[in-house]
Nanobody, 122 residues
């Protein structure tokens, strides 16, 4: 059983940056692909970014490509999401997830964190 805890969310002005972290425990972190998803009020959860178990492959939603960077440190059991040039439409609760394949489909992931709020003001 893998436990995931996100941190790093907060309030930032448009154009600013935040770095989210997701710390994993209770499993073999390096064997899982990791993903970030987000859910805005009244909207469905959507894919943001994913990274393979070794970090060699990454995958981004078109809406964040060029602005967000996913990375991981297997020695620290942590995955990161560096978010630059933030826009008000990036406002959402951000979740990290762990699963066997690198995927954009939330159904592929087995374990989820509790989420961290990101609010971007205009």
């Amino acid at each position: 059983q893998v436990q995931l805890v996100e941190s790093g969310g907060g309030l930032v002005q448009a154009g600013g940056s935040l770095r989210l972290s997701c710390a994993a425990s209770g499993g073999t972190f390096s064997s899982y692909a990791m993903g970030w998803f987000r859910q805005a009020p009244g909207k469905e959860r959507e894919f943001v970014a994913a990274i393979s178990w070794g970090g060699g492959s990454t995958y981004y939603a078109d809406s964040v490509k060029g602005r967000f960077t996913i990375s991981r440190n297997n020695a620290k059991n942590t995955v990161y999401l560096q978010m630059n040039s933030l826009k008000p439409e990036d406002t959402a609760v951000y979740y990290c997830a762990a699963g066997p394949p690198i995927a954009a489909n939330s159904g592929e992931y087995n374990y989820w964190g509790q989420g961290t709020q990101v609010t971007v003001s205009s």
